[in-house]
């Protein structure tokens, strides 16, 4: 069974950057999908991005087309979810999750962490 533990998360002014971690358990992220999904208050949890075993990435949402970027260390079971010039649209509770393949549908994702606050807001 795999453990995801998000962290970076807090408030940034429109604008701004932050970079989201996902620590995984186990060496076994190697093989996972680990995609970045979000959600806000009274809306569906939306696919961010995602990165594959080998490395592919794609984004989940055009929104975040050319702001987001997604990367992986297998060495530190971590992928990171780097975010630029953040629009209050971006604010949310940011979740990893792993799974066999990248998907927009969360529910392809086996495993879930407890999520990091994102909030835009000047």
């Known amino acids: 069974q795999l453990q995801l533990v998000e962290s970076g998360g807090g408030l940034v002014q429109p604008g701004g950057s932050l970079r989201l971690s996902c620590v995984v358990s186990?060496?076994?992220?190697?093989?996972?999908?680990i995609g970045w999904f979000r959600q806000a208050p009274g809306k569906e949890r939306e696919g961010v991005y995602c990165?594959?075993?080998?490395?592919?990435?794609?984004h989940l949402t055009d929104s975040v087309k050319g702001r987001f970027t997604i990367s992986r260390d297998n060495a530190k079971n971590t992928v990171y979810l780097q975010m630029n010039n953040l629009k209050s649209e971006d604010t949310g509770l940011y979740y990893c999750?792993?799974?066999?393949?990248?998907?927009?549908?969360?529910?392809?994702?086996?495993?879930w962490g407890q999520g990091t606050q994102v909030t835009v807001s000047s």
């Open positions: 990165i594959s075993g080998n490395g592919g990435s794609a």
């Open positions: 186990t060496f076994a992220m190697a093989n996972r999908a």
């Open positions: 999750g792993a799974g066999w393949r990248c998907s927009v549908y969360s529910s392809d994702y086996e495993y």
